[in-house]
């Protein structure tokens, strides 16, 4: 196979078949490994091939609980001997890592090319524990897991980031694309506010396929709170006679699809996409084609002067959608003001969004207070910037916008940990009826102060 074709066409699998693999294609794979440069050819790899099923499930809760071990016909754990990588005035810790990550790509490569799937897990997050279960010496450092197995998938493929936004000439900073950058990626800021929209499409395009699934991209799952939000969405949709409808930033589509799902396919509802760019647009297109929910992706348009405008003509659609997505953006009115413009006369808005002042943004706040204030240092970066808005600064927001309230529901459900203790402790001082009353996730109200969550429904009202 054309080396060319090979790099770029490889894809990581995360979904494999059953079936085995002939041990002289492992080995075939094994071998490409050993052809691979290494410091001062030293050759310090080992490979330990896990095989018992009892085994693989304890590396796995050793290893971020990862799923795929259960999956992949072939486990393989990478070593490499970090105790003979000396320099004359001490150790050399980068070679390790860059030799074994030769030996892993030759694999890679090559697995493709025999047409086998592979996925490369480095979350050993007990090395110890692991080290100890599989007997492997002290001088050998774990690097990572390689899966094989046949592709039961087809993975998207990922944007690249443009060489003359990363390649720099002579100093850091001279970019060959002509630009300035200083060290940070990104704004120091974790508010949205603080930056551009070209600054935080750039941010999505990049973390677009970050840890394959975009999941912890995700600031809300699919929980028993969100399926009620959904369930209140669908059933206005199909009372209003909705046939049009554009969601906001579906990015993974949990959200989209879970709707789409609710919705009879006798209702002939079209469903459209508005992603920050090219990239994720066809991101999102695919998530949703494979899930069999047809779907029109189309990416933002980035305007002179920081504004930005949905690629749809005036009054194309029934209603809109926005789920848990203006925490993020850099300008909130901007896009409920083209949010105005697309929908039609009397059409709906409907909004999800965390609550500045209810108890999950604030448990949010308060576990980062020892974290960096500069965003790009950040552990829990993947979320992006974030600026959870209250509930009055967003009517007032919608109604500059020209929206008319006409419907609201409010959860006052705590995060989980603090939804487990509650109902512990209301348990141990004998109030049942309280412990059922916190353990209940979605305690939906239409009012009340403080609200975690709040789902608002407009009407658009001509000006």
Known sequence: ???????????????????????????????????????????????????????????????????????????????????????????????????????????????????????VVSAITKKKELKRLLRVPDCYEPMCFVLLGYPDEEPFAPPRRELGNFVHSNTFGNLLSGEKRSAPLYPNSPDPRKWSWKEYVQFKKTIIHYAGPLGRCEPMRITSLSMTLLDIVSMRMKALGVRKVLDLFPTEALFLRSLAWRIPPNRSMQFFALEFSRETARYVKHILNRNEVPCHAKALEILEGNDVRFPFKDESFDGVTCFFRLENVPDRLSILRESWRVLRENGSLFIAFFNKWGAHNLIRGLTSLNKPRDFNKRWHWLLGPWAAPSEDSLREEMREAGFRLVDQHRSYSLPSILRILGVKLFSLIGRPSMSKEIGYAPMLTTSGLFPSVVLLEARKQEE
Request: proline share 5%; charged share 25%; hydrophobic share 45%.
């Open 1 to 119: 196979m054309n080396v060319d074709k090979a790099i770029r066409e490889r894809r990581s699998v995360r979904l494999f078949k059953k079936s085995s693999i002939p041990s002289d294609a492992v080995e075939k794979v094994l071998d490409a490994g050993r052809w691979a440069p290494t410091g001062c050819n030293k050759q310090l790899f080992e490979v330990i091939s896990i095989e018992d099923p009892r085994l693989r499930r304890q590396v796995a809760r050793l290893s971020n609980n990862q799923i795929y071990f259960y999956q992949a016909p072939i486990v393989l754990l990478v070593l490499y001997d970090e105790s003979k990588e000396l320099l004359a005035k001490g150790k050399a810790p980068d070679v390790p890592a860059i030799s074994a990550g030769a030996f892993v790509q030759n694999m890679l490569l090559q697995a493709y090319a025999s047409g086998i799937g592979s996925l």
